[in-house]
């Protein structure tokens, strides 16, 4: 049963058909919010989070966009405002990660990975700044790998996560004057399609966390939620990490 405390409010979440998008536009929902969100293949998976979303009593518009696509990550923030009438909450969580070694990262990779998962948020967070009222929410999604490199291969995604720290304080300082706040999210291992807790290898990565086990992607929708609600009014400019532990 929806809390309320996001009723009124409009949402866009990045990358939002399935693992962590898709817990937290669902949870948005939840919490009382229309929300749109971007996909980028998969249609019949997207319209499943139209249904779970509809079956909430919020509206929902799914909407084709690659996050590396800068006319159309413009086109879902603009769109998103006509459809439900204003954008209250942007959740920058669409990413992709190549790992290896860094001899062996092909420059199309670099360019991908540092279009969608840097140059993405950063034009989603301009675009809504135009038109998003006074007390809005930009929240990002990063990752643990931005702190705490415990293996190799890893460098081109941490790179691109780490970049969303300055984005983060810098733009929450900008935009702070207009009671906007901005967060940043850093999950740890997470239970997806991406990177399963039964994958070949989780039980490293579960080992290198505190609690010894994969997080599930409701437990970074749920701090998403209280940074898009009333318990995140007074943080801002903050990275939180969600990750069991992986950078103690």
Known sequence: MATAQLDGKAALVTGGSRGIGEAVAVR???DGADVAFTYRGEEARAAKVVVR??????????????????A???????????????????????????LGPIEE?????????????????????????RRMGDGGRIIGI??????RAPFPGGTLYATSKA???????TLARELGPRDITVNLVHPGPV????????GESAPMQAQLTALGR????????AAVAYLAGEGGRYVTGASIAVDGGFTV
């Open 72 to 98: 159309a990550v413009r086109a879902a923030v603009d769109g998103t405002v006509e459809r439900f009438g204003r954008l209250d909450i942007l959740v920058n969580n669409a990413g992709v990660g190549v």
């Open 53 to 70: 979303i509809e079956a909430l009593g919020r509206r929902a518009w799914a909407v084709r966009a690659d996050s590396a696509d800068a």
């Open 142 to 147: 990063g990752s643990c790998m931005a702190g």
């Open 163 to 169: 970049a969303l720290t300055g984005l983060t304080r």
């Open 191 to 198: 239970d997806t399609d991406m990177n399963p807790a039964d």
């Open 105 to 129: 990262i092909a420059e199309e990779d670099v360019d991908r990975v540092l279009a969608v998962n840097v140059r993405g948020p950063f034009l989603a967070a301009q675009a809504a700044a």
């Open 28 to 30: 948005l929902a939840a």
């Open 214 to 221: 994969y997080g599930q992607p409701s437990d970074i929708a």
